[in-house]
């Protein structure tokens, strides 16, 4: 079986992948290929919180967009080393839920692993949920993997 992971460059994409590593059996998947989607024309540069790449200090060129998307595919890619299967790194540009999908499509994905709540609310209220278009839209399984829950305060 192919899984497809797709990183937003949340910790909650890390997360994601670390999950699936947790419960399935690597001699049952046959390769794995880590996806990072930039928007064209964003006006938020691509998030890369998860890698060891410097950030830029105050003044300094935040880098590319493509540079960010790496990090990010490097640094979930770097949760298989060892586990099992191959792991193929892309970088695509246009509509997450869109591209993710047709990742999907092409490598007869038979699971995709996606992240929930990796850019924040008013993402999904401006642009909608990629887990949600990709869960509804997607040619096989999705796992959805939603950030741990915070600890509630006590007073």
Same mark, same amino acid.
């Given at each position: 079986?192919?899984? /497809? /992971? %797709? ?5 909650? =994409? ?7 590593? =947790? ?9 794995? =290929? @880590?996806? %990072?989607?930039?928007?064209? *024309?964003? !006006? ?48 695509? !540009? ?16 038979? *699971?995709? #692993? /996606? ?6 609310? !008013?993402?999904?209220? *401006?642009?909608? =949920?990629?887990?949600?278009? @990709?869960?509804?839209? %997607?040619?096989?399984? #999705?796992?959805? /993997?939603?950030? %741990? ?7």
């Amino acid at each position: 079986m192919h899984v /497809v /992971v %797709a990183t937003d460059g949340s910790p909650q =994409s890390l997360a994601a992948a670390r999950h699936l590593t =947790s419960f399935a059996d690597p001699q049952k998947i046959t390769a794995i =290929s @880590v996806v %990072a989607v930039i928007r064209p *024309l964003a !006006s938020i540069a691509f998030a890369d919180e998860i890698s060891d790449a410097e950030r830029p200090g105050p003044g300094e060129g935040a880098g590319s967009f493509r540079e960010a998307a790496q990090g990010a595919v490097d640094a979930v890619a770097a949760v298989f080393d060892g586990w099992g299967p191959q792991v193929d790194k892309q970088i695509r !540009s246009g509509s997450p839920a869109a591209e993710i999908i047709k990742v999907a499509e092409q490598v007869d994905a038979g *699971l995709v #692993v /996606v992240a929930a709540g990796g850019r924040g609310i !008013s993402d999904v209220i *401006l642009v909608g =949920s990629t887990a949600q278009r @990709v869960q509804h839209y %997607a040619p096989c399984p #999705v796992l959805v /993997v939603r950030p %741990a829950p915070r600890p509630k305060r006590t007073a």
